[in-house]
């Protein structure tokens, strides 16, 4: 299936938002918060996460009409590869609604993103299907959810490469 691909749109917040909650609510890496605080403080960490520098939101939608979203891609640049004082790209979560699943849209989203799964990459959120993509070793995921802990620290020269 070929969707069109785009940046996000201020009318795509919620979806975005409540997908990424709601998909993540399960996962055995969602940690120990109370299911009756899960959504509050879920929905407080992504929204101050979405506002970071660098922060890129891509949407996966029907080419024929841009509304009908089909999921999305959440990537940060400008992160600082600890090893290498180098930036890479930080992948934070990419969600494809159920009856769109394995149609290509995940590869398509990835493709239109700044993240190059054969090269080195954070994630900060684990999930079942991106764990059993970085044992198959198809990706270059170095699992860190710690970098997205804090506010960014400002890029030196020595993170720069220089």
């Known amino acids: ?24 609510r399960e ?13 509050r403080v879920y929905k407080e960490a992504i929204a ?25 891609l959440a990537h940060e640049l400008g992160v600082i590869d600890r090893a ?6 930080a992948l ?20 239109a993103s700044a993240v190059n799964t054969a ?3 954070y994630a900060s959120f684990k999930t079942a299907v991106a764990t059993e993509l970085a ?3 198809r990706l270059a995921v170095k699992w860190n959810p710690l970098f997205a802990r804090f506010p960014k620290k400002p890029a030196t020269e020595k993170s720069l490469g220089t």
């Open 1 to 24: 299936m070929e969707a069109a691909v785009r940046a996000a749109k201020a009318s795509d917040s919620a979806f975005i938002l409540d997908a990424w909650v709601e998909s993540f």
């Open 27 to 39: 996962s055995h890496s969602a940690g120990v918060i109370p299911m009756p605080m899960y959504r």
């Open 48 to 72: 101050w996460l979405l506002a970071r520098d660098g922060m890129e939101l891509l949407v996966a939608c029907n080419p024929l009409d841009e509304d009908q979203v089909f999921g999305f």
């Open 84 to 89: 290498t004082h180098r930036d890479i790209p």
């Open 92 to 111: 934070h979560y990419l969600f494809v609604k159920q009856p769109f699943r394995r149609l290509g849209i995940a590869r398509q989203l990835l493709a």
């Open 119 to 121: 090269q080195p990459f």
């Open 135 to 137: 044992r198959s070793k």
